[in-house]
């Protein structure tokens, strides 16, 4: 036997550390909470995508009496990127989520389902995507989604 050891690195910001495109990414994932259908939950997370054409496309969450018809901001979003931008790279992806008493202090972490649409995505362009996650203390900043999600599933292991 052998052990195989994965790191990661985050980067974990202050906003006022942040560069003005990163806080306007983060700005407009933190307006689309507004939008968020969850009355089940009472949690709303937004997600705003940036493309490399400088399109940014945005997302909520959006529940469903029956649960598993819902789908996470972070998939809405990169399947109306995937959908109405077929050819355009996403570059990055900011993600808040809400409570009714606010934004929460630490940042939320995508959902299985949503890491694995997000290192698809990345893998289907071969450009890494910057993944913002939000919280009021602190910003958490990765260099690629893959770093969410080390040993993703793709097609080629369909083959």
């Known amino acids: 036997m052998k052990d195989k050891i994965i790191s990661t690195t985050v980067h ?4 006022d550390e942040l560069n003005d495109g990163q806080r306007s990414l983060l700005e407009a994932a ?5 939008q968020a ?19 940014v ?3 909520s969450n959006q529940e469903n009496a029956a649960y598993p018809s ?5 998939r809405t979003t990169l399947f109306a990127a995937n959908a109405n931008y077929p050819d355009t790279p996403v570059v ?23 890491r694995q ?12 995507i910057e993944v913002m ?11 690629r989604a893959s770093d969410l999600l080390p040993y993703g599933f793709f097609a080629e292991d369909l083959a």
């Open 133 to 143: 996650l939000y919280g009021e203390n602190e910003v958490y900043v990765f260099d």
């Open 12 to 15: 974990v910001f202050r906003w």
């Open 57 to 59: 496309v945005r997302g």
């Open 70 to 74: 819902g789908l996470c901001a972070e």
């Open 30 to 34: 933190k307006q689309m909470t507004q």
């Open 92 to 114: 990055a992806l900011a993600i808040a989520c809400r409570k009714p008493s606010g934004f929460t202090l630490q940042p939320g972490s995508p959902c299985g389902g949503c």
């Open 37 to 55: 259908y969850c009355p089940y939950s009472r949690f709303s997370v937004g997600a705003a995508a940036l493309l490399q054409d400088g399109t």
């Open 117 to 128: 649409v997000m290192i698809e995505t990345e893998h289907r362009f071969g450009v890494p």
